[in-house]
């Protein structure tokens, strides 16, 4: 019989992941919408399935100063003329299919994170539509990125809507503003406004359902934003206090070779962004690796030698 030695008070390391979650509060309110003047604007590249107007996109464009994104920070930023902008490292390509919306897991992780303020199948008409600018002094300098006078969708025979997207230096605020424009909205318009992590799938994202003044979260959006329609996301603040460790224990005291038997954590702090890892090592040697796949408060394994546990 091989003996089961457990270190009875789950240890607390310091390898938390918290970055599969978007951490942002959201709020809605109106204000005004004032049109950049003297900004500049970037060269698109082209794109392989349009005009540069209409799918064009620019990677690496400076921010200004150092915008922490959901706990990263970052200096630049890509935009596409497709209503969405992206820190991502490797940025989009020739080969990328931007006009259609998918904050799920549309684009590779080479172009996550992204930052929607209104995901379609835009037009931009012309390329000097497309203008950023970084306003104000340090430490409270605010970056404006402005698709102006866009047809939604490309189909559109006239401008629909304006739009920014604002980084805010000091706070790491992003707000969404907007401003209605004659032109009516055309064909399939389903568009995605809200954030991504780098990550993909569920939790990876956080999606508006429409565009009222309060709206609700997850699906696409049909429906312009008022003029003036503000969108702030703003950076949740990180833990107050340590989490509590809980207590480990085992269903058997030893375990013939190779016999499985159940590791339970008990009395642990649950929440968004705490993970588990279970992890052995020969008894006393204080060598320890991680069990592969035991990433839950109860899991099952076995052993060949006696053998410490600890999570």
Known sequence: MKK???????????????????????????????SISGGTSPTLLPNQNGPDSDEGFANGLPIGFSFTYNGTAYTTIGVSANG?????????????????????????NTVRPIIAPLWDDLDLQANANLQFTTSGSA????????????????SGTSAAISFQLKLFETTGVIQFIYNQEAGALTGSAS???????SATGPGAFLSLQNATTSPTKTATINVKPATGQ?????PLSGCSSTPTSGTSSSNFATACSNQ??????TGQTSATGIGVQWQRSNTGANTWT?????????????????????C
Request: proline share 1%; with cysteine; charged share 5%.
């Open 260 to 265: 499985a038997f159940t590791l339970s954590l």
């Open 139 to 154: 430490p409270n300098r605010i970056f404006t990125l402005q698709w102006a006078n866009v047809k939604w969708t490309y």
């Open 230 to 234: 503000i969108y702030t996301f703003t």
């Open 191 to 197: 568009a995605s406004i809200g954030l991504t992590t």
């Open 84 to 108: 969405f902008a992206y820190f991502g490292s490797g940025g989009l390509s020739y080969a990328s299919n931007t006009f259609t919306n998918n904050l799920t897991s549309g684009q590779d």
């Open 4 to 34: 089961i030695y457990l270190l009875f008070t789950c240890l607390f390391f310091t390898f938390i992941i918290i970055k599969a979650q978007v951490n942002y509060s959201f709020s809605a309110s109106s204000g005004t919408y004032i």
């Open 290 to 310: 991680n069990i592969i796949g035991a990433t839950t408060a109860i899991v099952t394994t076995s052993q060949t030698v006696d053998s410490d546990y600890r």
